[in-house]
């Protein structure tokens, strides 16, 4: 190259070559070169001039897809319970937006802003938790119903819609003991006024099912809905429940949230033969989380692509469609001018296991693998995460669970 030459202007930032783009929803698939510029993706075609780059990224053998959103997370860490760090974690997964919901609520909520989304390199938005304390401890924040100050979170809300893109209920036996179901009619209210979506969790109840699917609207969010508890969205002949089903009809999302107690390889088999697939894949990522069985969102992801969902299908639900939930199409994408969120990932081939939250076994030969993870066109630094807090240990049962390239089945 002559000296005139390297003095040229570049028309790229950065172009990645070599690697088979999977973005199904914005039409783009196959052997494409993505080409970055100020932050944004400039083109997407075959074949694009590398010499127009200022530096190029080799993908060949891998894909590149839109940087992972993870619509159910937890990452207010060193205030909460639950509470991962979330830019160590995203550099080693291709996750570029995390949602985290309801780990803050009213009283917390200037602390997330501040110490959380505010110094973070990745995107964070959040759900406000009805209850004014938000998830500090392990569960029982809706025990108090003088935690549930609408006003409150109302005023929040307003002053944060930049960040708080809807509202979380985590309704099960133990955040309503004693209670009952007034949480989530106070939860419906409040999304109502500030109209946002509502995100409920489901488990083990009391309540029952069918007293939160008549508080659900179109554009809410029911996480866990794989869950093996029994407020499972099944039946035991495989039958899904007709009134789930017509709420999921007019609009509903589906929301795999997987955690530590809510994805039954049970329900997840007998839903998908049941034609129903979910609307969002999500790693309900916590302290505990993360040592398993669900690891991290690609482990998640892995799952689905061996329980017999495609790649395209796999990434669909873990970048347009949580985007579309959280009301943001302007991310998820690798369309030209969206933001460079972007995510390398390879397809390693072997002899796997997989476990869901009762530690029941699934082989599997496929595992997602990330290998870069960007922000607005810059890499993510692969940097140390924190030791877990003293409490973060695993239920007795999950206790020694292995990585699904560690694990074993004996014969």
């Known amino acids: 190259m002559s ?32 080409a970055i510029r100020d932050g944004r993706i400039a083109e997407v075609a075959p074949n694009l001039d590398r010499m127009a780059a200022r530096e190029v990224v080799d993908a060949a053998g891998g894909y590149v897809t839109p940087g992972l959103i993870d619509l159910h997370t937890h990452i207010y860490w060193g205030a909460t319970y639950w509470g991962i760090e979330a830019d160590p974690v995203a550099a080693r997964t291709g996750v570029t937006t995390w949602l985290d919901v309801g780990s803050s609520g009213a009283y917390s909520w200037p602390g997330f802003r501040r110490y959380i989304a505010a110094p973070s390199r990745v995107r964070v938005f959040a759900l406000l938790n009805l209850s004014s304390i938000g998830l500090i401890a392990p569960t029982w924040e ?27 209920a985590r309704i099960d036996a133990n955040t309503t003991r004693g209670v009952g179901i007034r949480p989530l009619e106070l939860a419906r209210e409040l999304a109502d006024r500030v109209e946002l979506p509502l995100m409920v969790h489901i488990g083990n109840g009391p309540p029952t099912l069918a007293e939160v699917s008549h508080l ?21 002949a495989g039958v899904p429940d007709p009134a789930i089903m017509a709420l999921r009809e007019q609009g509903l999302v589906f929301d795999i949230g997987h955690g530590t107690g809510s994805f039954s390889y049970q329900t997840a088999e ?100 990330n290998t870069l993870t960007m922000v607005d066109g ?32 004996e014969a």
């Open 3 to 34: 000296s005139d030459a390297a003095r040229e202007p570049k028309l790229y930032d950065t172009l990645i070559v070599g690697g088979e783009v999977v973005d199904p929803d914005a039409g783009l698939g196959g052997p494409l070169d993505v």
């Open 142 to 168: 809706f025990s108090n119903l003088d935690y549930c100050d609408i006003d409150l979170a109302q005023t929040m809300v307003e002053a944060n819609r930049d960040l708080i893109l809807g509202i979380k």
């Open 216 to 236: 659900l609207r179109p554009g809410d969010i029911l996480t866990h809905c794989f869950t093996g508890g029994n407020m499972r969205i099944v039946d035991d």
């Open 270 to 369: 007998a839903m998908l033969n049941a034609g129903v697939m979910p609307d969002v894949i999500s790693s309900d990522i916590h302290q505990m989380a993360i040592q398993g069985p669900m690891f991290d969102l690609p482990t998640t992801l892995s799952k689905f692509l061996n329980l017999g969902l495609s790649l395209p299908e796999v990434i669909a639900r873990a970048t347009s469609r949580p985007a579309a939930a959280m009301r943001r199409s302007d991310l998820g994408s690798l369309r030209p001018g969206s933001p460079a969120d972007v995510a390398l990932f390879r397809i390693e081939e072997g002899e796997y296991v997989f476990r869901d939250v009762h530690m029941n076994a699934r082989r599997g030969s496929q595992r997602l693998i």
């Open 378 to 409: 810059e890499a993510l630094p692969r940097i140390p995460e924190s030791p877990l807090h003293p409490w973060a240990t695993l239920p007795e049962w999950q206790r020694g669970v292995r990585a699904p390239e560690e694990d074993r089945i």
